[in-house]
């Protein structure tokens, strides 16, 4: 009896500390846009901007400590003005998406970059075209990003800190943008 008690309590130990240090992701909404990306956190109200052709741009972002580690995870979406990417194909939303990752590294003051990996699809969306990308800024703090878009709307996922989380972690998170 003794044995089972010690057993049980070493798996309560070690389940509750495994748990501890997994972030566990929430569905939130982006303001009032019916879009929906996945967060370890509450990232509360999203800041929204108008761009140069009048399209919003919201963002929002939190850092997530577990552990005495800590990482940042945040999102950029725009949601297009309408009609103003419906002549474009999937190739060319690709290309509008690599513009703006483009435009973000300089941004963001990225120095390295593995380049852009192509083709990435979402299940919930079989219109939004995918892009992946690993980068390092100016104080070597490592990056992993993806951006999605559909004619509709671009969104960049992105993840950064001195030690990026597991790799399933990172994947829930940047394949966890929703589309209406």
């Known amino acids: 009896m003794k044995k089972t008690t010690i057993l ?25 846009t019916g879009r929906y990306a996945y967060f370890p956190e509450d990232p509360g109200i999203f800041e929204v901007e108008p761009s140069e052709d009048g399209s919003d741009v919201y963002t929002g972002e939190v850092l997530f400590v577990k552990d005495f580690q800590s990482c940042h995870y945040g999102i950029i979406m725009v949601d297009f003005t309408d009609g103003i990417m419906d002549e474009l194909d999937k190739e060319g939303l690709e290309i509008v998406l690599i513009s703006y990752l483009d435009y973000l590294k300089q941004s963001f003051s990225i120095t390295e970059s593995t380049g852009y ?17 690993y980068w390092v800024d100016v104080d070597k703090t490592p990056w ?26 990172q994947e829930m998170f940047l394949n966890g943008f929703r589309f209406n």
């Open 8 to 32: 049980f309590s070493f798996l309560v130990v070690f389940i509750t500390t495994v748990s501890a240090q997994v972030p566990r992701f929430t569905k939130y909404q982006i303001n009032e």
């Open 144 to 169: 992993k990003i993806k951006g999605w878009i559909d004619k509709n709307t671009l969104a960049v996922m992105f993840i950064y800190g001195e030690k990026l989380p597991e790799e399933g972690y």
């Open 117 to 133: 990996g192509k083709g990435h699809t979402l299940e919930s969306n079989p219109d939004a075209v995918g892009v992946i990308d």
